[in-house]
């Protein structure tokens, strides 16, 4: 299934209305920022920097990863805006690795554990 656009932060001004005053949770390396939004589904947004990771691969196999996690378990979380900010190199870390990750990074945001 294909991560749908409306679950997509994709316009500057919802990035900047989400940079404005957000909830911060650091993990490892990544930056999670989180505001509500007025919408009947969550939205998720990534920043993965070349400066940060330099090669194209392993930038976009991380957005993969965390699309994918996110667009698997968007059921469950509750309706917010999510943007993910990659600082740290996570090129070399396995895929399940940064899955338990992203599972620490949003457990609070889930509407019920599974």
Known sequence: MKFPK???LSKKRDF???????EKIFLHGITMLVKKN???YPRLGLMVSKKNIKKSFARNKIKRLFREYFRINCIYFKKMDFVILVKKDLKN???VKINAMLNRLWERYHIFRK
């Open 6 to 8: 409306c679950l997509r």
């Open 16 to 22: 900047d209305r989400i940079f404005r005053d957000p």
């Open 38 to 40: 007025s919408l009947k």
């Open 93 to 95: 870390l396995k895929n």
